[in-house]
């Protein structure tokens, strides 16, 4: 019997990145029964691809395409979206909080998802680009028009 092979890193980029990924998932979905599942489908996934992703600048993106791709993909069957999930109440009072999950609601899928990635994540928007797997200018576009669009819902300033 043949000892197997180390698994170079994943176990320890699985503690790492599976939380990041929940996180993600979450803040896009806040449906938390499914964000799980998605999850660790995704790192499933990467567990089998290992062998090329661990090699990748920034393993950690590949995988978030893969769930946002999955969660797309469990959206479109069950014929809804979930809502967003929770802003910590420690930054806002809880009617605004209600505000804004209400208002990200209303917005076009890849503008919420650009709008939360970078404002409840604090992903940059190269990072942002590399997970959505779009162009710089295009997640640029979609945090403007998003921006915009949270305003008018919110009945804010165009400023």
Not at 85 to 91: M, R, T
Not at 106 to 111: C, F, T, Y
Request: charged fraction near 25%; charge should be negative.
């Amino acid at each position: 019997m043949s000892t197997p092979e180390p698994d170079l890193g994943f176990a320890e980029f699985f503690r790492g990145c599976l939380p990041v990924v929940t996180k993600t998932l979450t803040a896009l979905s806040g449906d938390t029964r499914v964000v799980e599942d998605i999850a660790q489908d995704a790192m499933v996934i990467a567990r089998h691809r290992w062998n090329d992703i661990h090699a990748y600048d920034k393993p950690e993106a590949w995988v978030l395409k893969v769930a946002i791709r999955l969660m797309r993909r469990w959206q479109q069957r069950y014929g809804h979206e979930t809502p967003l999930a929770e802003v910590p109440e420690v930054v806002q009072p809880v009617h605004e909080v209600e505000a804004l999950h209400s208002a990200l609601r209303e917005l076009s899928p890849r503008h919420r998802e650009t709008v939360a990635l970078h404002h409840l994540l604090g992903y940059s928007v190269s990072e942002i680009a590399a997970v959505l797997m779009v162009g710089e200018s295009t997640v640029r576009t979609h945090l403007t028009r998003g921006r915009a669009e949270l305003r008018r819902i919110l009945g804010g300033s165009d400023e």
